[in-house]
């Protein structure tokens, strides 16, 4: 299904549609269904290492639907992508050999041209954007340590960027950065107006989007942190070292 020359480094997926992040710099749509490539879009002049798109945006829909992609490369910039899926009318139904990005979606229901058109070019990173989250109203990005130093054969990460950029979804404008890690930022949790972030400093931090300010810091890890897992009114959950560790603190 998949080019195997590229690495595939990140994707998403609705109940219709695979999309996937690669090593091409391209982000390609796959038919969940038949496992076809049904678009290709370009963008990106690095590797594309994050993305997350507006679900199922074209359900239920007989008309031409606009849906809204966020993906992040080792260019480091953001991309602000416009998804729009448009029906196909019956006499289109069995024209095949059409270029990308504009193909028809061999989805779920009634077949629709799937295509993409770049909205904004996010700059705010010195280094490559690891990953993403967004909500209704946010889109967090953070990036990669850009160097490594070796202390007692032992690697360790430093980072020129660690830092997480906040956007307004509508505007795009960035809202805030936050601040605070003395190592890279490996994970984050974004929900309900609050981010959890997980670092390679061994500590998890809460914050406030808002405002930027942060409320609490989690210590307890003994090395850096790999991953975390956040949801409202339940336990930030983070690993590190094949240690799982459950913070006993509940966000109001």
Not at 35 to 45: P, Y
Request: proline content about 3%; glycine content about 10%.
């Amino acid at each position: 299904m998949l080019d195997p020359f590229y690495s595939v480094y990140c994707l998403d997926f609705d109940s219709s549609r695979i999309m996937t992040g690669s090593r091409d710099r391209t982000i390609k749509v796959w038919c969940i269904k038949t496992g076809t490539c049904i678009a290709t879009f370009e963008g990106h002049t690095g590797s594309v290492l994050c993305l997350k798109f507006e679900h199922d945006w074209d359900i239920d829909s007989d008309d031409t639907v606009r849906g809204f992609m966020v993906s992040g490369s080792s260019d480091c910039t953001v991309c602000v992508w416009d998804l729009i899926s448009t029906p196909v009318t019956s006499g289109e139904n069995d024209v095949v050999g059409r270029s990308n990005p504009v193909v028809i979606s061999g989805t779920f229901g009634s077949p629709r041209w799937v295509s993409a058109e770049l909205r904004q070019v996010l700059r705010g990173h010195s280094a490559g954007v690891l990953d993403l989250k967004m909500d209704e109203r946010w889109i967090v990005t953070w990036s990669v340590a850009t160097s490594v130093v070796y202390a007692e054969l032992m690697p360790c990460y430093s980072s020129k960027d660690a830092l997480m950029n906040v956007y307004d979804r509508k505007t795009l404008a960035l809202h805030t950065t936050l601040s605070g890690h003395e190592g890279p930022v490996n994970a984050v949790g974004l929900e309900n107006g609050r981010v959890v972030s997980a670092s390679g400093d061994g500590k998890m931090m809460l914050w406030d989007v808002e405002t930027g300010n942060c409320i609490r810091v989690f210590e307890g890890h003994e090395k850096g942190l790999a991953c975390i897992e956040f949801k409202v009114r339940l336990r930030p959950i983070s690993s590190s070292a094949g240690i799982i560790n459950g913070v006993r603190h509940y966000v109001e």
